[in-house]
């Protein structure tokens, strides 16, 4: 599907994803939820790929928190630069490395109804316009939560398919 470009397709893209997702891991029984994926990946398992998607919705929500009281956030997290994701990422599997499937499903619906509350009540316009927000720079909110959304879930999709696929 194309990058969302209206606040409607946003929201759906974002809960088509999410959906999507949860419904491919459901389709697995429990035992195989938690089987480690071959080696080659950091995320090791399914519950380490949905921890990274919960700790990256918290990150995106504390952005825009920050963020809208005219502060510009230490993106994408303090001591981190964009060029360094890698090894932010790293940092997160360490700290879920002993994390609950159950509990970081859970926490991850929970992030995700948050995100999906900061995009509704915002207009397509505030969601959409370029620069419109001092800390989003050059790009638009949109694009923010098009990344953390709809984007991310297609990759952790992408990932575990391929992972369940050996």
Known sequence: MPRPKTKSALIHLSNFNFDKLFTFINSFEEKEQLKEFPKGTMNRNITDVLAHLHHWHLMMLDWYKVGMTGIKPEMPAKGYTWKTTPELNLEIW?????????????????????????????????????????????????????????????????????????
């Open 94 to 166: 360490k700290k879920y490395s002993d994390a609950d499937l159950l509990k970081i499903k859970n926490n991850l619906q929970n992030s995700f109804l948050r995100v999906q509350e900061l995009i509704s009540k915002h207009t397509e316009e505030e969601l959409f316009e370029k620069k419109r927000y001092k800390w989003t720079g050059t790009t638009s909110l949109a694009s923010y939560l098009i990344s953390a959304t709809s984007s991310h879930y297609d990759w952790a999709y992408k990932l575990i398919k391929k992972a369940k696929k050996f």
